[in-house]
């Protein structure tokens, strides 16, 4: 096991947290159209983040205790992103901006190496699902994300985990139910 740092503890303990806000349920953390550069960590609470194309939404990702979230498209390229961000129910957020993060990862090649890890995990990630969505049957990604992230079903409404995972609140549960 390395002795790498967790991200988390590390913007802790480098008090790297400028504010706390709190949002209320369905409130906007970030809308379709703006740039935010911040990075969140959710000390309470749940988030969406997901896409719109004015007819549907697209869940992409949620957030929930303990988590790190930030919109990654606008952190990376300071420009604006059709993500928006939206409080499932009130939740507790501390904010830490892209330029006080950047500083803290280019003071030590540890910490360094620790957000390359990072992008890497999430672009694996991401690529996974690609292929989830993709190839697998509705059964087989509630299996994945099951296996993947338990906590999901515990934190996240069921018409929210559905759409995630690209099916209707009934079919979902029917597969829970068998």
Avoid: C
């Amino acid at each position: 096991m390395s002795s790498r740092p967790d991200i988390n503890s590390l913007l802790k303990d480098e008090n790297l947290f400028e504010k706390a806000i709190i949002l209320n349920r369905n409130e906007y953390l970030k809308e379709a159209g703006s740039t935010d550069t911040n990075i969140y960590f959710i000390q309470e609470g749940s988030v969406r983040i997901f896409i719109s194309d004015n007819t549907e939404e697209r869940n992409i990702r949620f957030g929930y205790s303990g988590n790190i979230i930030v919109s990654l498209d606008s952190f990376l390229s300071n420009k604006s992103s059709p993500l928006y961000i939206q409080a499932l129910k009130k939740t507790k957020i501390l904010v830490a901006s892209k330029g006080s993060f950047m500083q803290l990862m280019n003071k030590d090649p540890q910490h360094l190496q620790l957000w390359n890890s990072i992008l890497e995990d999430l672009n694996l990630q991401q690529f996974e699902r690609e292929i989830d969505l993709l190839t697998q049957s509705p059964r087989e990604r509630y299996h994945r994300l099951l296996k993947r992230s338990p906590q999901v079903f515990q934190q996240i409404p069921n018409k929210h985990i559905a759409n995630y995972l690209r099916m209707t609140p009934e079919t979902l549960s029917r597969i829970k139910k068998s």
